[in-house]
């Protein structure tokens, strides 16, 4: 994308057919409902009070993922310009909602278990590739396509080895469904069972059998095999973070 000036982009952006989709400590993300196109403008775009565009990120920078073919990860295809600056990137568009504004008493555990398949395999995808990810938790979405992470722009390249790599990759992806599905909710009954403890206290789990294995005492305990938390609100903490089943990671 190519604007002639910041006033030409200023006014792209008030286009009707141009949504804003949210906004984050890197910037600001709009989805053109004519191309289909999603796209990031930096948020020092904004905060320049004159007509000066300059970015702290190169072309390189944005782009340095765009060859890894992955169905989790959305990383930038191409650049945003006005003029010869560059002020942001383009991506594909990844359907679904943060975690931290679904309500998890209402997830599907079977759907979400074959969904998480997925992202074991594009984790490993980055690994060989040398790409550590950074700031996950906060950045997962998930709806009927299963799960998209976004906000890759400060992911690295990493020499530490494909299987350091990996664990990182599957760590920040593991912390943020176990708190998605636990935290705030059922903490008191994972904490009293020694067996779910020790696999909710460590790293480097297999985030699939936990779900099971979560799965399996909750439904023991309720007397039949739930499906969804909601089956299992008897076991719900006394004080929950708030009736609507929202929180915030950070």
């Given at each position: 994308m190519v604007f002639n000036n910041k006033m030409e982009l200023l006014m792209f952006l008030k286009k009707e057919y141009v949504i804003f989709l949210g906004s984050g400590s890197q910037g600001r993300t709009y989805f053109n409902k004519k191309n289909k196109?999603?796209?990031?403008?930096?948020?020092?775009?904004?905060?320049?009070e004159d007509d000066e565009c300059h970015i702290d990120y190169t072309p390189m920078e944005f782009m340095r993922f765009s060859g890894i073919s992955n169905n989790t990860y959305i990383f930038s295809d191409g650049i945003v310009y006005v003029g010869?600056?560059?002020v942001g990137y383009t991506m594909r568009y990844g359907a679904g909602k943060l975690?931290?504004?679904?309500?998890?008493?209402l997830i599907n555990l079977d759907k979400f278990i074959k969904?998480?398949?997925?992202?074991?395999?594009?984790?490993?995808?980055?690994?060989?590739?040398?790409?550590?990810?950074?700031?996950?938790?906060?950045?997962?979405?998930?709806?009927?396509n299963g799960f998209k992470i976004i906000d890759t722009v400060e992911y690295y390249n990493s020499d530490e080895g494909y299987d350091a790599i990996l664990k990182n990759n599957n760590d920040a992806f593991n912390?943020?469904?176990?708190?998605?599905l636990v935290d705030g909710y059922f903490d008191d009954f994972v904490i009293n069972n020694s067996e779910l403890k020790d696999m909710y206290l460590s790293n480097g789990i297999d985030i699939q059998?936990?779900?099971?294995?979560?799965?399996?005492?909750?439904?023991?305990?309720?007397?039949?095999?739930?499906?969804?938390?909601?089956?299992?609100?008897?076991?719900?903490?006394?004080?929950?973070c708030n009736k609507n089943y929202e929180r915030s990671y950070r």
């Amino acid at each position: 994308m190519v604007f002639n000036n910041k006033m030409e982009l200023l006014m792209f952006l008030k286009k009707e057919y141009v949504i804003f989709l949210g906004s984050g400590s890197q910037g600001r993300t709009y989805f053109n409902k004519k191309n289909k196109q999603v796209f990031k403008i930096m948020e020092q775009f904004f905060d320049d009070e004159d007509d000066e565009c300059h970015i702290d990120y190169t072309p390189m920078e944005f782009m340095r993922f765009s060859g890894i073919s992955n169905n989790t990860y959305i990383f930038s295809d191409g650049i945003v310009y006005v003029g010869d600056e560059v002020v942001g990137y383009t991506m594909r568009y990844g359907a679904g909602k943060l975690l931290s504004s679904i309500n998890p008493m209402l997830i599907n555990l079977d759907k979400f278990i074959k969904s998480i398949n997925q992202v074991v395999s594009d984790n490993a995808i980055l690994a060989k590739n040398g790409v550590k990810t950074y700031d996950v938790p906060y950045n997962i979405l998930y709806g009927n396509n299963g799960f998209k992470i976004i906000d890759t722009v400060e992911y690295y390249n990493s020499d530490e080895g494909y299987d350091a790599i990996l664990k990182n990759n599957n760590d920040a992806f593991n912390w943020g469904i176990m708190y998605f599905l636990v935290d705030g909710y059922f903490d008191d009954f994972v904490i009293n069972n020694s067996e779910l403890k020790d696999m909710y206290l460590s790293n480097g789990i297999d985030i699939q059998k936990f779900i099971l294995l979560y799965r399996k005492y909750l439904s023991e305990y309720i007397g039949n095999d739930i499906v969804k938390l909601n089956d299992a609100k008897r076991c719900l903490n006394k004080k929950l973070c708030n009736k609507n089943y929202e929180r915030s990671y950070r």
